[in-house]
């Protein structure tokens, strides 16, 4: 009987004190650097979020949430029409940080952070880009994306402020437009090739038709150079230089026949080739 009694003390003593271990362990929670926790006792989430380091909590009744408040990065599309009317398609890469001191409030509007990527960050980041698009012309959207950029992150910025999430940066990984904008810009660039050429061959001919000028010009000058020059002797020496070109582009070939002037008349010289004579008959 007494061994019995004290196996019965033993049993409760070591369930006694396994209830006490593992109240002990259940009534602390531990909080890491990066991390903020939500406090929930009964179901009921109570103010104040749990930075890092060690903190109470009630045993059994008592739950920690844990969220992530280090940047994280979420890929984000986004569709929106533009001020004339073309359909621009995007997508951006979203760095951002749940605000420590805010994380109570994200559990009790939002949950956990898959919703509230799905139910705000999402939404709002297409509603952003609805504001940057209508702003601009879609040529505009091209030539202007720096400041399509800023009124894109300025609006999420602003919208996502007040769920306790901030933005740090923003990157358009892919910025694209509809088929016909494309045709359009494609056809546009082409009849712009193409009126370059066409500008190109004008002023090329121009140059050309100047060049021929100038050098009828100079020709002429030359000529009437030439024949001042030469007037004084009456003539003659222009007559016979143009007779020894003619010779030249004939060939250079040696006369039979050399007909000469007489001294005062300095006529050019007369030249033939009886071989030429021969073939006529």
Do not use: C
């Amino acid at each position: 009987m007494k061994n019995q009694q004290q196996s019965l003390q033993t049993v409760i003593l070591a369930t006694v004190s396994s209830l006490i271990l593992l109240i002990g362990f259940n009534s602390f929670v531990i909080i890491n650097p990066g991390q903020a926790g939500v406090i929930s006792i009964l179901g009921k989430a109570r103010d104040g979020a749990l930075l890092e380091g060690i903190h109470f909590k009630p045993p059994l009744v008592s739950q920690v949430d844990i969220y992530d408040v280090t940047v994280q990065k979420f890929e984000v599309p986004a569709q929106s029409s533009t001020k004339d009317l073309q359909q621009l398609s995007a997508s951006f890469a979203i760095n951002f940080r749940l605000d420590p001191m805010l994380v109570v409030k994200i559990r009790r509007e939002q949950g956990t952070l898959q919703n509230l990527v799905a139910k705000v960050i999402a939404p709002q980041t297409q509603e952003s880009f609805k504001i940057a698009a209508a702003r601009r012309t879609v040529e505009e959207a091209i030539t202007q994306r720096e400041e399509l950029k800023a009124d894109f992150d300025n609006a999420l910025g602003s919208r996502l402020d007040k769920y306790g999430i901030i933005v740090l940066d923003t990157s358009v990984i892919d910025l694209t437009f509809s088929p016909e904008f494309a045709k359009a810009v494609e056809e546009k660039q082409i009849a712009e090739q193409k009126a370059q050429r066409a500008v190109y061959i004008a002023e090329e001919a121009e140059q050309e038709a100047q060049a021929y000028i100038n050098r009828a010009k100079g020709k002429a000058e030359a000529q009437k150079l030439l024949a001042e020059t030469l007037k004084a002797q009456g003539g003659e020496l222009v007559l016979q230089k143009e007779a020894i070109e003619a010779w030249k582009a004939g060939g250079s070939q040696m006369p039979k026949v050399l007909i000469m002037g007489n001294e005062k008349s300095q006529k050019p010289p007369f030249i033939f080739n009886l071989d030429n004579l021969d073939e006529n008959q």
